[in-house]
């Protein structure tokens, strides 16, 4: 079933990281976790052009050394194995070792050259990975292109992720159809962890590793970089898109006619899985989108965006159903940006609560009931200039500090 | 009661903003809450030396424009009328008009020229000052050297703080006592407000008000700047000292023999009333103090013991008394300083966790005892040069989100 979006992008339901022509996937228990399945591969059936990025902590997790370094010999990869429950974070001169392992042995597994295997972890900080499962768990993957092999991994990459996040996107270009699709896990904690964030994207879309990369870090900085649960970044976040290049169009390039289809739909999805991440936020209830417009700059406009989605007051307004704008205004006011504090507009949905600056009457009723909704709106206009920025987030709740305050008693 | 200090400053037990010679306080209840006090006042026998700093908001409420007004005249002040319940932000020409009455109301009450005084106010936003209210009030001010009186001032300007704040010290230059007293609210709510820090000191110290000015600049940046509940600043916050030189020393500059003793001082002050702030944070039951050292710059180590102290996830695991030192990793690593991942140093008191970045053994049950107790203290140690810092905060609760998500349910 496919629905239309702008740029005659077509959204894929039920579609996956399989969905793309070349990929496979598989998910197991490797016994990382009690019952879960905690073990998942992506293999695509020829070496892929790829793009990644990287948390910004100064604390790298060993996995994310890997991965760059296997990206770094011919910028190809044909493989990702992911574990979760073990972050093989802090984990030194050993938790390399282990990386370098699994890496190796996914390679022997699908028989790859390991600089085609990319690496990742998500779990417990500080412990070793528990090779001896991995070394098992990795022999009984057997990836297939079905959509039960997609969900099987979608499943093992997650932590305390209350549901599976899968996004899939497709456009036509010279004809051909062009598929997107996407996995990810977004904020869940295990002890000692802190959220962690990783992607999966897989493209049959002919293109080469530095255009994608150049493609995947503008359109991070629009999708993932937006969304905030609680402010804290984790060593292990990582983003991995792997093109096939089997949609078999000429390469795909900014000069290419039709790569705007191509950019808007890698986007779509990478904004999706964001989205998603966001809305299942450790103990949320609703998902929170802020557009900001009429700034100096998009930069300004994204950074106010994002200070607003983060303010715990406006978090906790909004799971409170308070229609709070003072919070709005005091995360505003702290933003390092251009703002004139006379010509501030600020609406909730539709409702406007602030116009160049002044307070307007509006129904506390109507306010109440439009935040009682699962996906809340709040709008920002500086009357300044033309930039735009988007930026999604959670409430905080009870839950949220029941989650990371009594996990171990 | 005095308790000797480094550098032999006393903490005065039960001193005040009227310790200090020359200052008197009062409190009333003039009606803009239901049943407190809200209305309050300092004033000094004579034009006192002066020096303030203000929030960094784009937003700055209007009692904060009056007040730059009035000290840049001539740089004096002679009292301070500060009032609760409404904030008089966002409330436009009327709001500034009503900012300047309250100024000149105090001024006509005190017989003091309208540019001696200050005005400050904490509250709501976006609602315009009683007049009233406050012009029954402020005739109503009968300031004394009292106790009592400074126990009135203390309790007019908090809005749901759940103690008051106050602290005084002295130490002696040329042979005479010189006083420093303080008092200060911190993060309340009344709805639609955000958090709102104020700070008034009193001192009979004989110092210009450049000088001080300067002397306050630095020491904010080490103590109130330092304190962080939930990240979110206000449009109000303002710290105003004033210094009546009645303790008749020789004029006090960073060149006087003893000017340590001063400055020291009023850091002690300054940081005392931080701590009060920081510890009766909204929902908050323990005060966190981050000590980091080993940093490229002083401002480094700042910088990463506010990120400590301001993350959500460190905040609920101290809550949940859970020895994660994981998540003070994930602070670090996303911290804006040099730091290098391979040697840092993590402690708990004096539970070591983390040495030269790897994980050591220490006993649970231990780290969760230390974690019951009401002040926490994190110790980072970076190994790379001489700065240090520290910051205050406190842990994350089931409250915090109750107070700030249910106020109007």
Redesign the interface.
């Given at each position: 079933m496919l629905t239309k979006q702008e740029h005659e992008i077509y959204c894929v339901a039920n579609g996956a990281v399989v969905t793309p022509k070349g990929f496979k996937a598989a998910g197991v228990h490797a016994g990382l976790r009690y019952i879960k399945k905690d073990l998942g591969v992506i293999v695509c059936d020829v070496p892929a052009s790829c793009a990644a990025v990287y948390?910004?902590?100064?604390?790298?997790a060993a996995p994310l050394k890997v991965t760059q370094e296997s990206i770094a010999v011919e910028q190809k990869l044909q493989a990702i194995v992911v574990n979760s429950a073990c972050a093989n974070?802090?984990t030194?001169e050993q938790g390399l070792k282990d990386a370098y392992e699994m890496r190796e042995l996914c390679a022997l597994q699908f028989g790859l050259p390991s600089h085609y295997v990319a690496v990742a972890s998500t779990g417990?900080?500080?412990?070793f990975l528990p090779m001896e499962k991995i070394r098992e768990g990795i022999k009984k993957l057997q990836p297939s292109v079905t959509e039960e092999s997609a969900h099987a991994f979608q499943t093992a990459i997650l932590t305390t992720d209350t549901v599976m996040k899968q996004a899939c996107y497709q456009t036509t270009i010279e004809g051909k159809t062009v598929t997107i699709g996407g996995a990810a896990k977004g904020s869940g904690m295990i002890?000692?962890?802190?959220?962690t964030m990783l992607a999966f994207i897989t493209t049959d879309a002919n293109i080469s590793s530095p255009v994608l990369q150049e493609a995947l870090r503008s359109i991070t900085d629009l999708s993932f970089n937006q969304i905030t649960v609680?402010?804290?970044?984790?060593?292990n976040d990582m983003v991995v898109v792997m093109a096939s290049g089997l949609a078999e169009t000429t390469e795909l390039t900014p000069r290419h006619p039709e790569w705007n289809k191509f950019y808007d739909a890698l986007k779509k999805t990478c904004e999706d899985l964001a989205k998603q991440i966001a809305k299942d936020g450790e103990g949320a209830t609703k998902l929170i989108e802020v557009r900001v417009s009429g700034a100096v700059t998009d930069d300004d406009a994204k950074r106010i965006a994002k200070q607003i989605v983060?303010?715990?007051?406006v978090k906790?307004?909004v799971?409170?159903?308070?229609?709070?704008?003072?919070?709005i205004?005091?995360?505003?006011?702290?933003?390092d940006a251009t703002?004139n504090?006379d010509c501030v507009d600020i609406a909730l949905g539709d409702i406007v609560m602030?116009k160049a600056?002044?307070?307007q009457p509006f129904s506390e009723e109507e306010a109440t009931a439009y935040l009682q909704n699962h996906e809340i709106m709040i709008h920002v206009d500086l009357h300044l200039g033309n930039g735009t920025g988007v930026a999604w987030g959670c409430d905080?709740?009870?839950d949220?500090?029941?989650i990371?305050?009594?996990?171990?008693?």
């Open positions: 948390t910004q902590s100064h604390f790298q974070a802090c030194g417990v900080i500080g412990e002890h000692p962890n802190m959220a609680d402010g804290d970044t984790s060593t983060g303010s715990n007051l906790t307004a799971y409170g159903a308070d229609a709070n704008w003072g919070r205004i005091g995360a505003i006011g702290y933003a703002v504090p602030l600056s002044e307070p905080l709740t009870y949220y500090v029941k990371n305050a009594s996990y171990r008693t």
